[in-house]
Nanobody, 122 residues
Framework: VQLQASGGGSVQAGGSLTLSCAAS????????TAWFRQAPGKEREFVAS????????YYEDSVKGRFTISRDNAKNTAYLQMSSLKLEDTAVYYC????????????????WGQGTQVTVSS
């Protein structure tokens, strides 16, 4: 499966942004999807994941209540709705997919999209 992330941009603190991850190549609904992010000088970190059916979600503690991961299998697209954005949310955001893994470890994901930059300013 090929993944294409989009929707990044610049936003003021407290604002909202929605990222999209368009998938092509295979049956998207079979894949668990996730979002990771990497800030300058830091390691890539888990943000959220979603099962192929959309029934199970996991979130990193710092984004709980602010971010929502979702998917539209008919459109082969996953989303990350981000609200109440903070300066520390600034990072390059990556979408990832796996047939068997939906945990927080990046090593479990076989497919990655290119990153999309999110910049939160004061």
């Amino acid at each position: 499966v090929q993944l294409q992330a989009s929707g990044g941009g610049s936003v003021q603190a407290g604002g909202s942004l929605t990222l999209s991850c368009a998938a092509s190549g295979r049956t998207f609904s079979s894949y668990n999807t996730a979002w990771f992010r990497q800030a300058p000088g830091k390691e890539r970190e888990f943000v959220a994941s979603l099962s192929g059916s959309g029934s199970t979600t996991y979130y990193e503690d710092s984004v709980k209540g602010r971010f929502t991961i979702s998917r539209d299998n008919a459109k082969n697209t996953a989303y990350l709705q981000m609200s109440s954005l903070k300066l520390e949310d600034t990072a390059v955001y990556y979408c990832a997919a796996s047939l068997y893994w939906r945990g927080s470890s990046s090593s479990g994901y076989n497919y990655w999209g290119q990153g999309t930059q999110v910049t939160v300013s004061s």
